[in-house]
């Protein structure tokens, strides 16, 4: 079992930035990919980044240039560093890590943080 807390989001304004965290426990795992979505209200969740164990990170359109996820693995932890921010990224960002299952080294299953809120307000 593998529990997720996020961390570093709250209040900021047009412009400014927040550094997410997320670090997961709960015993012996293997991670595939960590990453975060997000979901503002009245909208789908959608996936902002995501990196995979070996480094290779995926970013939504609409951040690029802007964010940066990075990983420490031996911590098992996973950032979001949030620059230049703007009134559309406001949302509840969610964590998530594909942990893969027992005796398999392909079928993965998916773990969720409780997610952490993000306003941008002037």
């Known amino acids: 079992q593998v529990q997720l807390v996020e961390s570093g989001g709250g209040l900021v304004q047009p412009g400014g930035s927040l550094r997410l965290s997320c670090a997961a426990s709960?015993?012996?795992?293997?991670?595939?990919?960590m990453g975060w979505y997000r979901q503002a209200p009245g909208k789908e969740r959608e996936l902002v980044a995501g990196?995979?164990?070996?480094?290779?990170?995926n970013y939504a359109d609409s951040v690029k240039g802007r964010f940066t996820i990075s990983r420490d693995n031996a911590k098992n932890t996973v950032y979001l560093q949030m620059n230049n921010l703007k009134p559309e990224d406001a949302a509840v960002y969610y964590c998530?890590?594909?942990?893969?299952?027992?005796?398999?080294?392909?079928?993965?299953?998916?773990?969720w943080g409780q997610g952490t809120q993000v306003t941008v307000s002037s």
């Open positions: 990196i995979r164990s070996g480094g290779r990170t």
């Open positions: 998530y890590a594909d942990v893969f299952l027992r005796f398999s080294d392909s079928l993965l299953y998916p773990y």
């Open positions: 709960g015993g012996f795992f293997t991670i595939n990919t």
